[in-house]
């Protein structure tokens, strides 16, 4: 595997269900993020994590946890969503330098999440 | 905070024919770094060409390149002899080059280019 790989890359859950997105980063990088992408909007971005610890949240809502046990793998935990959480989920990732010198983010293709 | 603007939400063009993609953005910093970024129909999101802020010169990557206007705020996209597989949604962003703010990319809503063959 190369690059940035997410699965699934179609999930479809009930409003109860509790599910995960898996992220992996094989570039050697030490950011990751997570993005939202609904339809007819910006890519919003939800979740950084540099190093392991997050270090930005984007006021996003408690029901999408996210845990990052290495530098290599990020996950998205999913519990008692809304349709309108229904929408293309993309994982990132990048060498921070901790400066500010961030490079520039490779992405993944994306988990397409239903909530019905 | 900083805004990516994409006024154009379509476009088309004609294979082997040029097409420029606007992009322009609000910011009070003069750190910063622009992006082009291209989603194919598969969805796999791929850097297309970067710019440094502090760059005069035009970032340029084969058949792509850009028109870098600091003082308007504008960053356009040039896609010379167009291919169908240039067809795609086509993203500017922003990212700042403060330290502790850097690591956020701000997204313009995007363009999808047509290549008509």
């Known amino acids: 595997e190369t690059g940035v790989t997410q699965t699934p890359r179609h999930l479809v859950m009930g409003m109860t269900n509790k599910k995960s997105l898996k992220c992996e980063q094989h570039l050697g990088h030490n950011a990751m993020y997570w993005y939202k992408q609904s339809a007819k909007k910006p890519l919003e971005l939800m979740f950084v994590y540099s190093l392991e610890e997050r270090v930005e949240n984007n006021s996003v809502p408690s029901r999408f946890s996210p845990e990052c046990p290495n530098s290599s793998h990020l996950f998205l935990h999913l519990h008692t969503l809304q349709p309108e959480d229904s929408a293309l989920y993309l994982c990132?990732?990048?060498?921070?330098w901790g400066s500010g010198r961030a490079n520039e983010q490779f992405f993944g293709p994306g988990t397409r999440l239903t909530v019905l | 905070a900083q805004t990516v603007t994409q006024s154009q939400p379509e476009m088309s063009v004609q294979e082997a024919e040029t097409v420029t993609l606007s992009c322009t953005y609000d910011t009070s910093e003069s750190d910063y770094y622009l992006f082009w970024y291209k989603q194919p129909p598969s969805r796999q999101m791929i850097l297309v060409i970067r710019q440094e802020a502090y760059k005069q010169q035009n970032a340029t990557e084969n058949r792509f390149s850009v028109n870098f206007q600091k003082a308007a705020k504008s960053f356009s996209l040039k896609i010379s002899d167009s291919q169908l597989g240039d067809a795609a949604m086509y993203f500017c962003a922003y990212r700042s080059g403060v330290s502790g703010s850097a690591r956020q990319l701000t997204f313009g809503s995007g363009t999808q280019l047509t290549v008509l063959p």
């Open positions: 990132a990732s990048s060498q921070d």
